[in-house]
């Protein structure tokens, strides 16, 4: 059984820095592709990053260049560092596995596996 937990959200001020975790279990990691996603207040979950099995990344816009993504094959680990946070990227946000590579990264019904979100608050 796959289990995917986020950890690392929590509140912060505009212009700090977060780093968020998304331990995963059930799963080879050099076997799947990774992403953020987030959902804020009121809107549509949108892609953040992806990272393909050989750590291929790709940012999908929503950070405009402040946000990095990463992984500890080894440890199973999931990793988004968020720096210069604004009061935008409030939201839920979730990580998502799927065997392989995603044919369409950005379109969520690539996932089948999620985990629960950690909540992220940036306050001006």
């Known amino acids: 059984q796959v289990q995917l937990m986020e950890t690392g959200g929590g509140s912060v001020d505009t212009g700090a820095s977060m780093n968020l975790s998304c331990v995963a279990n059930?799963?080879?990691?050099?076997?799947?592709?990774m992403a953020w996603f987030r959902q804020a207040p009121g809107k549509e979950r949108e892609g953040v990053f992806y990272?393909?099995?050989?750590?291929?990344?790709y940012d999908f816009g929503a950070s405009e260049g402040r946000f990095t993504i990463s992984k500890d094959d080894a440890k199973n680990i999931l990793y988004l560092q968020m720096n210069n946070l604004k009061p935008e990227d409030t939201a839920i946000y979730y990580c998502?596995?799927?065997?392989?590579?995603?044919?369409?990264?950005?379109?969520?019904?690539?996932?089948?596996?999620w985990g629960q979100g950690t909540q992220v608050t940036v306050s001006s």
């Open positions: 998502a596995a799927r065997h392989g590579v995603a044919p369409s990264p950005l379109d969520e019904d690539n996932y089948n596996n």
């Open positions: 990272i393909t099995p050989n750590n291929g990344a």
């Open positions: 059930g799963i080879n990691f050099r076997d799947y592709c």
